[in-house]
C-alpha cells in the first residue's frame, strides 16, 4: 500500500525526515468511537490529530462517569441479612474488603485512660468508623464491578495489629447479588439500578481501549 485509502496521502517512513505511516488497530477504533465520518484506515496525516481528541474526550467522559458512579454508588444496599425476606436472587461471589489505619501512641494511651473510667475513647472510635465507611466503599465498588444490586451476608470484623505501633484494622466481607425480582425494592430503587447498570456497562465498554501509548 502505498497511498493511505483514506485520505490519499503517500506512505512513507523517513529516518531524517516526517514520516507518514498507518495508525494501529487499537488507535482508528478510538477515533472512530468518536468522529462523526468512520474509517477503517488512517495514517498520521489524517489521524494523529483526530487521535489525540478522541483520546481528551475518551478521558473526559471516563471522568464523568467516574464521578455519576461515584454519586450512585452509596445508595447500594449493603445488609448483614442472609436471606432477605421475599428476596429472589442469584449469588454472583464473596467479596471483601480491608482497611488498617494506625492509632498513634495518644491514641492509645486516651482508649486506656477512657476504658479505665468505663468511657468509649472518640478518637478511636472515629477511627473504626472511617474504616467501616472505607470498607463498604470498596465492597460497593467491587459489587458494581459484578454488575450486582445488592450485597448480604454481611461480616464486619475488628483486630489491633502492629503490636506497640497500634494498628486498626476493619474486615469486611459479603456476597455479592443479582434480583430476579428488584420491583420488590421499590421503584426509586429499580430506576438507580438501571442507572449504574448503564454506567457500568459504559465503562466496561471503554476499557478497551488502552490510551497508554496516546
Known amino acids: 500500500m502505498d497511498r493511505c485509502p483514506t485520505c490519499g496521502e503517500a506512505l512513507k517512513i523517513s529516518v ?3 514520516s507518514n505511516e498507518l495508525l494501529q488497530d487499537r488507535q482508528v477504533r478510538l477515533i472512530n468511537e468518536y468522529a462523526k465520518t468512520k474509517a477503517e484506515i488512517r495514517c498520521n496525516r489524517c489521524g494523529d490529530e483526530a487521535y489525540r481528541g478522541a483520546v481528551g474526550t475518551l478521558l473526559e467522559e471516563k471522568n464523568k462517569l467516574s464521578e455519576e458512579m461515584r454519586k450512585f454508588l452509596p445508595s447500594l444496599i449493603i445488609t448483614t441479612i442472609h436471606s432477605p425476606h421475599n428476596w429472589n436472587y442469584n449469588v454472583l461471589g464473596i467479596i471483601t ?3 488498617t489505619t494506625g492509632t498513634g501512641a495518644f491514641s492509645e494511651i486516651t482508649s486506656t485512660f477512657t476504658d479505665f473510667f468505663g468511657t468509649q475513647s472518640k478518637t478511636y472510635n472515629n477511627k473504626l468508623k472511617d474504616g467501616e465507611e472505607l470498607c463498604k466503599s470498596v465492597l460497593r465498588k467491587q459489587a458494581f464491578d459484578l454488575g450486582a444490586h445488592a450485597i448480604v451476608a454481611t461480616d464486619i470484623d475488628y483486630a489491633e495489629v502492629g503490636g506497640e505501633k ?6 469486611m466481607s459479603g456476597t455479592a447479588v ?6 420488590i425494592l421499590g421503584g426509586d430503587y429499580v430506576t438507580y439500578s438501571s442507572q449504574l447498570g448503564s454506567i457500568q456497562s459504559r465503562i466496561q465498554h471503554l476499557s478497551q ?6
Do not use: H, I, W
Open 16 to 18: 531524517f525526515g516526517k
Open 97 to 99: 474488603a480491608q482497611t
Open 166 to 171: 497500634g494498628m486498626l484494622m476493619v474486615c
Open 178 to 183: 443479582t434480583l430476579k425480582n428488584l420491583e
Open 209 to 214: 481501549y488502552d490510551t497508554a501509548a496516546a
